[in-house]
């Protein structure tokens, strides 16, 4: 992908819902993929939100990162 369609996908999401400097994202998908890198990481660059990086998800940990990052804004697959 071209450096236009990281931005053009990441203001879109970003607008479309309304994530601002406010919001608390936390990352869990992978950076290989465009999810986890155009929509998360870029949309993160975009928005001015907080982010926290994992370095991969672990299920067992995952409540606990709810707990103490209390994140507006997760992206998770099913």
Same mark, same amino acid.
């Given at each position: !992908?071209?450096?236009?369609?990281?931005?053009?996908?990441? #203001?879109? /999401?970003? $607008?479309? @819902?309304?994530? %601002?400097?406010?919001? *608390?994202?936390?990352? %869990? !998908?992978? /950076?290989?993929?465009?999810?986890? +890198? $155009?929509?998360?990481? #870029?949309? @993160? +660059?975009?928005?001015?939100?907080?982010?926290? +990086?994992?370095? *991969?998800?672990?299920?067992? *940990?995952?409540?606990? @990162?709810? %707990?103490?990052? *209390?994140? %507006? /804004?997760?992206?998770? #697959?099913?």
């Amino acid at each position: !992908l071209t450096h236009n369609n990281f931005m053009a996908s990441a #203001v879109n /999401l970003v $607008a479309a @819902w309304r994530i %601002t400097e406010h919001d *608390r994202y936390l990352g %869990t !998908l992978p /950076l290989f993929h465009v999810h986890g +890198l $155009a929509n998360g990481v #870029v949309g @993160w +660059l975009v928005s001015g939100c907080h982010m926290t +990086l994992a370095a *991969r998800f672990e299920a067992a *940990r995952a409540a606990s @990162w709810f %707990t103490t990052h *209390r994140p %507006t /804004l997760f992206f998770g #697959v099913p």
